[in-house]
């Protein structure tokens, strides 16, 4: 019996005892009264019966307020030390019973409290002893997440029903890479622990992978399988799939997941075809302009007499065409100067990097005074520095020992997608014939060589050189022609120097998950979620307010995870309501230009897919998502729990249920708040400490969670 229902039945039970004995005398008595003294009786009784009933009735007032006073005291008060005690022999062992209440309820508060720190006082003892056991098992992961963090390739890893457990970071920017919409631009991806690898590759061809590394192992040969594929946006992978090996019942190594690296090929064969076309233009482009200069010239010696004017005609032909071949060579270099990059590996890296290396090693080596002018440092190439570095020190090297300098220069700019690095020196005119001979000669400074010459690093850099005059000036310059990087690269550089530490992107319990269907019937710590929030322009759904920020988080095998987020701010396409920006901290700059919520919300729409929802006061925010079926189309059919009915389950005696009060009731502590993602990872860590609980009230599944929230009083509010 509840301790509502108890408190009535005392009421009952003290009115039967205050007017039951009454009555019962009463009735006695007027049965052995004779019929006169009866009616004497009943006129005393009428004349003094409102008196009496009123003492009656205060008295009863009296007993009941009495009575309610010792039930809050001693008995709700109990229930509530009795919720306090289980907090923390579980979520919270560092939460305490406030003595409050009748002294002997404060005494025993005090020894609850007494007991808990000595229970305390043991577990850390415990929890030593098992940090120390598992001090290695920690050391062995932290590795392995520093060797995967750190591979220049993408690696996936999953078990066989193509469930991915494993990823590491240059995985992560590549599938990026690949999403469309603004999944990419919100963080989320295509990738994820606990989802599925065929939303990326062609399922057919994966399990027709398998079956190849299946032949190969029971053939006794390599277990490895390579196979191309295109994703839905016309991406070309090339995937290397080995297999996880376990030994089997029978002693025999079988396979238990698969290990895929995966490399995005789309550029490499638009290079290949760019290459090609450069190779058509420059061909086709040029065969007329020989064609008249090899004519001009067999005029001019076949005819060694003819008049003034012929001659000058003629060479004037060979002049003209000789620059257009120049023009069209130089309109192909700008044109394809990334298709013109060789295969040796480069690195993206600052131009201005490059000279300030070699400026050191021309100071270190040659003791040559070096300056700069005109230096663009925003100039990102792609190069092989070191190469790069040596071919410039090499050539300040055989300056300072043919002209005796004083001074080098630096000069770099940019024209097109092409970079000029100029260096530059004063003195006399150097013939091509010494600079050919430079460009071709193994590259030697001091003590120090090369196998490569000037001509090798250019062609490995895919780039030109050239010797040029400035007359005006009285000096002259060797310029290096290179191609700068491609945006694609320099963004994925830039997000990688901007990854916070080393993430953890890997779960090996999911080896063994194969079903991931929500089955309400379930256990609530078998599911996937994805806990979210949002920040809006108000509370009123209804009356016409709108998203401005989405945040949601997934929840895999009990971890949330916090690199796997959707976190993008929405245009609402109405003013925001200037009283309600103190409190999400948005205001109309930020979401000027955003995408609105017909393109946000089926990119998290795909995020959570196939999850169960977790929201705090979820009620609200799914008021809004609903407000916007008939305009996207878009329905969230999946289970939705909430954090705030599942704590009135679980605590129904305690007064406030915000999450800011369950935070810290249930011991969670984190940082800022009132930001839609920040608020997301606050309720995931408050699901994640409920579930235990909730199993304590006997409370396993999701269809139980659902059944026990909707009899909360709480579930009767609507938006």
Known sequence: MKAKHRFIAAIIVLGLLMTGP?????????????????????????????????????????????????????????????????????????????????????????????????????????????????????????????????????????????????????????????????????????????????SILDKSQVEHAQEVIRGRLAGGKTPISNFITSTRGGQLLRVQMVPVLAAGNDGEQTMSGLVLTVENITRSLEQEARRDQVM???????????????????????????????????????????????????????????SMKTRW??????????????????????????????IDDALWIKADSYSLVFALTFLASR????YELRELRFRLTCE????????????????????????????????????????????????????????????????????LATPEVAGETEERQRGTGRPEYYDFDLFSTRDTTIDLDRKLSDLAYTVFDTETTGLEPSNGDEIIQIGAARIVNNRLLRQEIFD???????????????????TEDMVLGKPNIDIVLPAFHAFCEDTVLIAHNAA????????????????????????????AVIHPNQESHKLDVILERLGIKIGSRHNALEDAWATGEVFLKMIPLLEEKGIVTVRQAIEASAKTQFARVTY
């Open 416 to 483: 097109g997608k092409l970079a000029y690095l100029d260096l530059i020196w004063a003195g006399p005119a150097m013939s091509s014939e010494t600079f050919y001979t430079w460009e071709m000669d193994a590259m030697q400074i001091g003590s120090e060589s090369s196998p490569l010459s000037l001509r090798d690093v250019i062609d490995r850099h895919g780039g030109e050189i050239w010797y040029q005059r400035e007359k005006a000036a009285h000096r002259a310059y060797f310029r290096f022609v290179l191609p």
């Open 620 to 647: 609200f925010d799914m008021r809004f998502l609903q407000l916007k079926e008939d305009r996207t189309g878009l329905r969230f059919t999946q289970p939705v729990l909430d954090t705030l009915l599942l704590s």
């Open 280 to 338: 058509h233009t420059l061909t086709e482009g040029t065969r007329a302009s020989l064609g008249n200069i090899r004519a001009a010239v067999g005029n001019l010696i076949d005819y060694p007499d003819m008049d003034t004017d012929l001659r000058e005609r003629f060479v004037k032909v060979v002049d003209d065409e000789a620059a257009k071949m120049s023009r069209s060579l130089d309109q192909t270099m700008g044109e394809f100067s990334d």
């Open 399 to 402: 300056l300072q020992d043919h």
């Open 22 to 198: 009454f009555c019962v005398t009463s009735l006695l008595i007027w049965l052995d009264m004779k019929e006169a003294e009866r009616e004497m009786l009943t006129q005393l009784l009428l004349q003094r019966l409102p008196i009496g009933t009123i003492m009656t009735l205060f008295g009863f007032g009296i007993g009941v307020l009495v009575l309610h006073k010792l039930f809050k005291q001693y008995v709700e008060g109990l229930l509530r030390m009795s919720e306090t005690l289980r907090l923390m022999l579980g979520a919270n062992r560092n939460f305490r019973v406030t003595p409050e209440g009748p002294p002997e309820v404060q005494q025993l508060a005090i020894a609850a409290n007494d007991l808990a720190e000595q229970r305390n006082q043991l577990m850390d003892d415990v929890d030593a002893q098992i940090a120390r056991a598992k001090a290695s098992v920690e050391e062995e992961k932290n590795r392995l997440a520093a060797l995967m963090s750190e591979l220049a390739q993408a690696v996936v890893v999953c078990n066989l029903d193509g469930r991915i457990l494993l990823y590491n970071n240059r995985a992560r920017l590549q599938f990026k890479a690949l999403a469309q919409g603004p999944t990419s631009v919100s963080g989320g991806a295509l990738i994820g622990l606990g989802r599925s690898i065929f």
């Open 568 to 586: 993008q701010i929405v245009d609402p396409e109405i003013p925001l309501k200037p009283e309600s920006i103190p409190i999400h901290g948005i």
């Open 345 to 374: 590996p480069m690195e993206d890296i600052l131009a201005i990097d490059i000279i300030a290396a070699a400026e050191r090693r021309i100071n270190d080596k040659l003791k040559l005074s070096t300056k700069c002018e005109e």
